[in-house]
């Protein structure tokens, strides 16, 4: 009896929600590094991708660089050039653009381009919950900020970016949805389910935690709550 329970427990640890064992899980993100807060790199074939770079150190020479929007935590300068080299392409939207030096292509909501062999698409990004003051959000809709669609490797990883739950998120078919869940300027664990509900991915990864904005312990309530598998990566400084 003790075997046959010992046994149950194995099975039920070792299967997410979708089937995935979490050897499974581990290998979709070998290639993909959380450096903190939203700021992620992704290991292509051949190219080095940093997403919305932010208080990172010194590392791999970056290909491209993505940055979702001009908001401090986002578009910071200072860490764009730890990572930059001369042929650095960044693609962002038009006011961060105005920060940055180099090999700019500046992109609206919708937009899509490949660059280096990776598919890039733009998704909009805004508020609908969370006020700076009342009516007036923290990331507006007609900022035209955004999050990214990728395609490295086969798969496709959606960086949502500073957003709450949107309806532009449904029928995304990310195989990775990065997802921010702090409740801090954007959505909290729980719309974070809901929105993971929606992609339907075949893995969550919470983000906007564990640094200026948002305690760790959030990302472990989003694993608990969410119906897809979810990987709390460790934080690579």
């Known amino acids: 009896m003790f075997k046959i329970i010992f046994c149950l427990s194995v099975l039920v640890w070792a299967f997410t929600a979708n089937g995935s064992t979490e050897a499974e899980l581990k ?18 074939d051949g190219v080095v991708i940093y997403l919305d770079p932010f208080m990172i150190k010194e590392g791999p020479k970056a290909d491209l660089i993505l940055i979702t929007h001009d908001h401090p935590d986002h578009c910071s300068p200072a860490d764009v050039a730890k ?6 392409v960044i693609v962002t939207v038009a006011q961060a653009a105005a920060k940055l030096k180099g090999q700019i292509k500046t992109v609206k909501p919708g937009d899509e381009l490949t ?26 809709r007609e900022s035209g900020y955004v999050g990214f669609i990728i395609t490295v490797k086969g798969q496709r990883i ?8 949107i309806p532009e998120m449904k ?3 990310a195989d990775i949805a990065l997802l921010p869940v702090s409740g801090i300027y954007v959505m909290t664990a729980e719309e974070a389910v809901e929105a993971a509900t929606a992609i339907k991915p075949k893995l969550a990864v919470p983000m906007h935690v564990g640094g200026p904005a948002g305690s760790l ?3 472990g309530t ?10 709390v990566l460790p934080v690579e400084k």
């Open 27 to 44: 290998k979709m993100t070998s290639n993909l590094h959380w450096l903190g807060h939203d700021a992620f790199r992704i290991d292509g």
């Open 83 to 88: 990572i930059q080299k001369p042929e650095t």
């Open 115 to 140: 660059i280096q062999g990776i598919s890039i698409k733009s998704i909009p990004a805004y508020n609908v919950n969370k006020f700076r003051s009342p009516g007036v959000p923290f990331h507006p």
């Open 158 to 165: 959606y960086h949502a970016g500073d957003t709450d739950f």
């Open 171 to 173: 029928g995304i078919g």
């Open 217 to 219: 312990s959030v990302a």
């Open 222 to 231: 989003f694993k608990e709550r969410a119906a897809v598998p979810v990987m």
